[in-house]
């Protein structure tokens, strides 16, 4: 075999290569929890035998509903090892979505940590999950006894890497989108697929093998993903906080000199709001990354002179597109959400279905070796994302409007479902958003379609305040608000809430939104 002939690398390859070359050095921090590379890269072959010798074979599937943890981090690396795809699950769906998932998945095998083992428990006790499946837990209850705890069972295990075949072809995860609407739909990625992930973030997101990276949000997202991709194909080192508050952060910050990590707004706003946050010592901060929802330019620009770091702003999908807006951008594109990295590829599709120029609004399609494999047992969803043009290459639909202009900058308008169609006009509720956040009453806002007798729909704002404000107040930010955005953009009212209903990733969940407001418009007569 020649030197041309090496076979491409998958992130399970990297982990023992790691545990090879720096084997002192930390791989992964978790509270007092402290593991080496070698140590890393042991743990994770003791999970890999230990689900092969539970008859995971390799394409078997396991769910993983808990609370960060080393134990979490482990199972969804050393899942790989085996060639067991990894199911992680957002913790904070209802239990229907949980068994709704779990079962889509085909998984096998349930990992739960604590309170997550009980609703498991509950889920099979009520037949909405099968009771044959194998159950590993963290802090499991004793009763019933049919759950096999992590710690002792990993011991029992084979340090040796498994006598498996991994390839890029295996898949790696799936991971369910956000189920804001109906069921989640599984994301399918293969080990290849994964490892471009780690190698072209890293470079997008400037990292480097001195790289310490604190995961704050749940491991079971994306975002977290990044992450630990990023690091891993850095040789850098895992700092796995169990869940986030603004001053358990800035203290991880400074006792382990945390260099990166990945956020969403929402948490840039909680840290911008500790008290005396000048006063933490945050110096060894260097490039960190927000996505997740849309960063709004006060508080990017507010956060980066803040924490005194670069920032670099992430727009991408699970399923595969990637924009970045580089540090050197920042004050000249602050409004963009930056470019594809490279190796991506962007243009924008009018509602007829041909492409749109540069400067014109269209739907944000695109193409690059991130791509999803598909959407997992959804062959029409993922069809119903495929945009096909006239060469007859495939394009990944992203459901985002935007513009890109001569330079080659991404700018967001908003979601194409959130699109507010009033009188024939198209109706983009960010652009009023951005206008009404200027107004001194309001810290946070959405605005969503709600029906008009006379128009088909009309926009309608949704606010929380700063401090109290009155009913009367309304009809002043009505008014302020229509003087400020275009003749078709008016808002016909404002309801007044204690705050936006939003998931994990500080998305607002629009939908709830329009659900709950659905007959304002008669309320109003």
């Not at 409007?401 to 169609?421: H, N, S, T």
């Not at 994990?504 to 709950?516: D, H, I, M, T, W």
Request: with cysteine; glycine share 10%; charged share 20%.
């Amino acid at each position: 075999m020649g030197w041309y002939d090496v076979p491409r690398p998958i992130v399970p390859d990297l982990i023992v290569q790691h545990g090879r070359n720096q084997p002192s050095k930390p791989a992964l921090l978790c509270e007092e929890r402290r593991l080496t590379w070698a140590e890393f890269d042991a743990a994770t072959n003791q999970v890999a035998n230990g689900l092969l010798q539970l008859g995971l074979a390799p394409g078997a599937r396991l769910a993983v509903l808990m609370q960060n943890s080393a134990e979490m981090a482990l199972l969804l690396f050393g899942a790989g090892k085996a060639g067991v795809t990894v199911v992680p699950l957002n913790t904070s769906v209802s239990d229907a979505a949980v068994a709704a998932m779990v079962r889509d998945s085909g998984a096998r095998a349930m990992a739960a940590s604590g309170e997550h083992c009980r609703r498991v428990d509950a889920l099979i006790t009520a037949g909405q999950l099968e009771a044959g499946l194998v159950k590993l837990g963290v802090q499991a209850p004793a009763t019933p006894d049919d759950w096999i705890e992590v710690d002792p069972w990993l011991r029992q295990q084979s340090a040796l890497r498994p006598v498996t075949v991994v390839t890029p072809a295996t898949e790696c995860n799936i991971i369910y989108s956000s189920g804001t609407t109906g069921l989640p739909k599984g994301i399918v990625h293969t080990h290849g697929c994964r490892y471009d992930w780690a190698t072209d973030l890293a470079i997008a997101l400037r990292y480097h093998s001195g790289a310490v990276t604190v995961c704050s949000l749940g491991l079971y997202s994306n975002i977290s993903w990044v992450a630990m991709l990023s690091t891993i194909v850095a040789g850098g080192t895992l700092v796995v906080m169990p869940s986030f508050s603004a001053e358990t952060l800035v203290r991880a910050v400074a006792r382990h000199r945390v260099t990166h990590g990945g956020f969403v707004p929402v948490q840039f706003q909680r840290l911008l709001e500790l008290p005396e946050l000048a006063a933490h010592d945050l110096s060894s901060l260097q490039a960190i990354m927000c996505c997740g929802s849309p960063l709004p330019p006060p508080l990017k620009r507010a956060t980066r002179d803040a924490l005194g770091c670069e920032l670099i702003e992430l727009y991408g999908l699970t399923e595969g597109i990637i924009t970045t807006l580089a540090p050197e951008d920042f004050d000249d594109h602050l409004d963009s959400v930056g470019k594809p990295i490279p190796g991506q590829h962007l243009l924008l599709v009018r509602d007829d279905d041909t492409e749109a120029p540069p400067g014109e609004l269209g739907e944000i399609c695109g193409y690059g070796r991130l791509v999803m494999e598909g959407y997992h047992n959804r062959p029409d969803a993922t069809e119903e994302a495929t945009w096909t043009d006239p060469s007859g290459r495939r394009w990944l639909r992203t459901g985002d409007i935007g513009r890109i202009d001569d330079d080659g900058f991404v700018y967001i308008v908003d979601r194409k479902k959130d699109m507010i169609l009033s009188g024939s006009q198209n109706i983009y509720p960010a652009d009023i958003e951005s206008v009404m956040r200027g107004h001194p009453a309001v810290a946070d806002v959405a605005v969503i379609g709600v029906p008009s007798e006379r128009w088909g729909e009309t926009p309608l704002g949704i606010v929380v305040t700063h401090g109290d404000a009155s009913h009367a107040a309304a009809a002043e930010l009505v008014e302020w608000t229509n003087q400020r955005v275009g003749k078709q953009q008016r808002i016909a009212g404002v309801q007044y809430v204690d705050g936006l209903p939003r998931n994990p990733n500080g998305k607002v969940l629009k939908r709830e939104l329009r659900q709950q407001f659905a007959h304002w418009e008669r309320t109003q007569q």
